[in-house]
Structures are given as C-alpha cells and as structure tokens.
C-alpha cells in the first residue's frame, strides 16, 4: 500500500473573470464533437483544421445543476501549438474558465477528454493528453477531478503507479477512470501496464528480469487526505456520463 499525504491542487475562483480569458468567448464557429475527440485534435501539423476552436459536447451533472465543455485551439502558423480550456458553469450561468493547458516546448500539442461526474455531485473527472511533435517520447497523461463549485483541480500522483514496480522497464497508460461508491471522493484509476523499449529496441533487447509484463491495475486516490492504494481490478468506476450538442458549435 501506497499512501501520500500531498495533494496537489490550483484554485481558481469562480466569483471572478480571469481577466483577458474567462470572459472571452470564441468567434469562429465550430461543429461539436464527441468527448473523445477533443483528447487527440488534428495530429498532423501538415493537415489543416477545417474549424478552430473545436469544441466537445457540454457535459450534465447528473441533476442536471453543473455542465461543463472542453475548447482546443490551434495555432499552426506559430509552430504547431494547442491550447486546451475546460469551461464549467451552474446551471442557467455564464460559463467560466477553471483550467487551460498552453503549449509547452516540449509538449506542443495537448487536449482533453470529459469523462463524467459523480453521481450526485459537482465533482467532474476529466483525463488529459499532452505530446510532442515529431517526437517518439511518450505522451503525458492526468487525471483531473474538479470541483465545479470551486474551481479546485485535483491532479493523482500517477507517477506512483509506477512506485510499486521499481526495478521493471514499465510504461503505463490510463485506460479508464470512475469514482469510488463510497461518500468519500475516491477517484479510480484503471491503467495498463507494459514492458517500455526504446524505439530503436524490441522486447527482447530487455533483460527478462527487467521486463514489466502486460497487466492491468486499478488505483484510488483519496480527494480529501490524499491516500492512494491499489484495489481490485473488479472494483466497479462509478461515474455519470450524459452529454449534449454544444451551442458554440452551431
């Protein structure tokens, strides 16, 4: 077992604009896609993006009090770039900015996927993607839990998935990710693991004792004390998923 005692969050109010962001709403318009969509956008530098921003389906909480909607824009013409926001809001009130991923120099390109909410709750999960262009380094992973009502971001230490293989040549990958049943915010996270080579390698340049293996595990990060266990691959991912045609793509 695993425990941490560090939860890393950032906090933006939601009372008040981010001056020069929050308040700035896209011009051009743009035709909705599937969450799914918004996570990889136009991997190809050389393929023009017919429509700029793009922009995911707004996600319901399950009462239907809290909606939520990814926008990735592109800038090309600069190198190749992205930048992607996720907008929350209450129910019949303006939209506002709780978390937006720049382009870094070594990961260009980023989007995100909008997996759901808690059931009953204002908590919405999220999972998110970042790369490098023309690279073959792997791509950077996170999941995001949300309080809609706050604007805090928690981010799971997915680096110790990885903790409890020291020694292996691992790499892993965030499969799919839900709540606990319980009343405490437990976020899960499903990942599958594998024996990392280098691109000029093949599984059998690793030594066998360094090999990872092909498995999947399933993680809990507690929200409020920020514990994290592993649970048991059966543990089911609670997690309400409804989602609408957005009016910014129309």
């Known amino acids: 077992m695993l425990t941490s005692s560090a939860v890393r969050c950032i906090l933006v109010p939601l009372l008040f604009p981010l001056p020069g962001l929050a308040w700035q709403k896209p011009t051009t318009p743009s035709a909705s896609v599937s ?8 991997l190809s530098c050389e393929q023009k993006q017919e429509t700029n921003p793009v922009y995911g389906p707004v996600s319901l909480s399950e009462q239907g009090n809290w909606r939520a ?17 996720l907008w929350v809001s209450k129910a019949r009130s303006p939209y506002q900015l709780v978390y937006m991923m720049p382009p870094k120099r070594t990961a260009q390109r980023n989007g ?33 839990a949300v309080d809609a009502g706050t604007g805090m971001v928690y981010e799971p230490n997915l680096s110790e998935l990885l903790e409890a293989h020291k020694g292996k040549q691992c790499s892993v990958r965030v499969t799919d990710a839900g709540f606990s049943s319980d009343r405490n915010v437990n976020i899960l996270v499903r990942a599958r693991f594998s024996t990392w080579v280098d691109v ?27 514990e994290i266990r592993m649970v048991a691959n059966t543990e089911p991912l609670h997690i309400f998923k409804k989602f609408v ?6």
């Open 69 to 85: 909607y990814v926008e990735v824009d592109f800038q090309d013409s600069r190198g190749c770039l992205s930048t992607t926001r």
């Open 200 to 226: 000029d390698e093949t599984l059998q340049d690793v030594l066998p004792a360094k090999r990872c293996g092909d498995f999947e595990e399933t993680w809990s990060f507690n929200f409020a004390t920020g």
């Open 112 to 144: 995100m996927e909008i997996l759901g909410w808690a059931r009953n709750s204002r908590m919405l999960l999220a999972l998110t993607e970042q790369w490098q262009v023309g690279s073959d380094a792997p791509d950077t992973q996170q999941v995001l």
């Open 245 to 250: 045609p957005n009016p910014q793509g129309k």
């Open 35 to 42: 969450p799914q969509k918004t996570l990889f956008v136009n």
